[in-house]
């Protein structure tokens, strides 16, 4: 019994996970944005198969929650916008990155 009840805790444990990043379409944005300095909204759109309106959404989720910064500027006449980590933001997807390790190696 004493064997259930510490896998049912470990199991458990994936409820600290932060949903924020965890939701499919956020993780991939914050794992490409994680290896990059920062990317324009096309690549990440590219990369990631969302549509804008989709991208948008997400993009707006992350950074409500601080996790990303947008910039809007102009290169020419063209407006692009560009996505970077905020310092919060990696260090929470790092945070995260340690608690799934953790996780998966103590089921």
Do not use: C, W
């Not at 939701?23 to 990369?47: K, N, T």
């Amino acid at each position: 019994m004493k064997t259930e009840e510490s896998l049912s805790e470990k199991i458990q444990s994936i409820t600290e996970i932060d949903k924020l990043i965890h939701e499919p379409a956020r993780l991939m944005i914050m794992a490409y944005l994680y290896v990059v300095e920062s990317a324009d909204f096309l690549f990440i759109m590219r990369q990631t198969g969302l549509t804008k309106g989709n991208l948008s959404s997400h993009l707006s989720k992350l950074e409500a929650g601080g996790l990303i910064d947008i910039k809007k500027e102009f290169v020419g006449k063209i407006p692009r916008t560009f996505l970077s980590l905020s310092q919060y933001g990696r260090t929470e997807f790092e945070n995260y990155q340690r608690q799934m390790r953790q996780f998966l190696e103590n089921i």
